[in-house]
């Protein structure tokens, strides 16, 4: 089974591979949420978010399926 890290890395990289197939930016994602971009690229390049903003994030460029593995 991943460990934590490598859930990290999925999980940033399942948004990341959202916001590239809706060609949402950064930048539009965070007026769409209403948080400071810069905190966005933090969080995503990290890894580390909740699923709390994972599923705001998601909701906010109209996803409304995703394919976990």
Known sequence: ???QNEW???A???????L????VTYSQLSELIGEK???IRNKLSRGKFSAAFLLQ????????DIRLL
Not at 12 to 18: H, R
Not at 20 to 23: Q, S
Not at 57 to 64: D, E, M, Q, R, Y
């Open 1 to 3: 089974m991943a460990d």
């Open 8 to 10: 990290e890395t999925k």
């Open 57 to 64: 994030s998601l909701a906010a460029i109209g996803t409304n």
């Open 12 to 18: 940033a990289n399942l948004l990341k591979a959202e």
């Open 37 to 39: 971009e810069v905190n």
């Open 20 to 23: 590239k197939r809706k060609g």
